[in-house]
T-cell receptor
Framework: NAGVTQTPKFQVLKTGQSMTLQCAQD?????MSWYRQDPGMGLRLIHY???????DQGEVPNGYNVSRSTTEDFPLRLLSAAPSQTSVYFC??????????FGSGTRLTVV | AQSVTQLDSQVPVFEEAPVELRCNYS??????LFWYVQYPNQGLQLLLK??????LVKGINGFEAEFNKSQTSFHLRKPSVHISDTAEYFC?????????FGAGTRLTVKP
């Protein structure tokens, strides 16, 4: 049972580049979310999904896109990377509201 | 929308002393409350959760928390801490379809 798998673990991008952070879960969870973690700010919600085909914005959605074509996968797309998007990104999944299971994170640096 | 306030950004404590990490939330509807722990360079691990029922919740590693609806608080406690409890602790709340986090409390246990 792999839980929540995030790839890549580390990434360096140049300003203006685009990329996709991958997230997959094998627990058949309905809920999936993306967070970014910055020092002193805790985790802030970027986007979330309550099931395949349904997504919604969180606290800090600008500059990011998501889609949920399957229950298992919830990729996060950076459209045009900016230094302000340097952060650690966590994907999480949950069955109903039972508490999230987190991936191990992606550390992104935009130069 | 719900919000979470962790009242202390840093809590230093000596080994075997008791500790309380404070968390207050604001929400106009029923909430589900969680505490997570994050060890350095790792993802978040669920410590305990309150969904309903008894207001005193016991979690892993000897931690417990008490839900106080009138004071909108969910403080985390441990009667005797160990060096290995040094980590960052996050309080979180779900009241609709997404989970929101506090800014975190860094617990440092000194010998």
């Amino acid at each position: 049972n792999a839980g929540v798998t995030q790839t890549p673990k580390f990434q360096v991008l140049k300003t203006g580049q685009s990329m996709t952070l991958q997230c997959a879960q094998d627990m058949n969870h309905e809920y999936m979310s993306w967070y970014r973690q910055d020092p002193g700010m805790g985790l802030r919600l970027i986007h979330y999904s309550v099931g395949a085909g349904i997504t919604d914005q969180g606290e800090v959605p600008n500059g990011y896109n998501v889609s949920r074509s399957t229950t298992e996968d919830f990729p996060l797309r950076l459209l045009s990377a900016a230094p302000s998007q340097t952060s650690v990104y966590f994907c999480a999944s949950s069955r109903l509201r039972d508490g999230y299971t987190f991936g191990s994170g992606t550390r992104l640096t935009v130069v | 929308a719900q919000s979470v306030t962790q009242l202390d950004s840093q809590v230093p404590v000596f080994e075997e002393a008791p500790v309380e990490l404070r968390c207050n939330y604001s929400s106009s509807v029923s909430v589900y409350l969680f505490w997570y722990v994050q060890y350095p360079n790792q993802g978040l691990q669920l410590l305990l959760k309150y969904l309903s029922g008894s207001t005193l919740v016991k979690g892993i590693n000897g931690f417990e928390a008490e839900f106080n609806k009138s004071q909108t608080s969910f403080h985390l406690r441990k009667p005797s801490v160990h060096i290995s409890d040094t980590a960052e602790y996050f309080c979180a709340v779900i009241s609709n379809n997404d989970m929101r986090f506090g800014a975190g409390t860094r617990l440092t246990v000194k010998p």
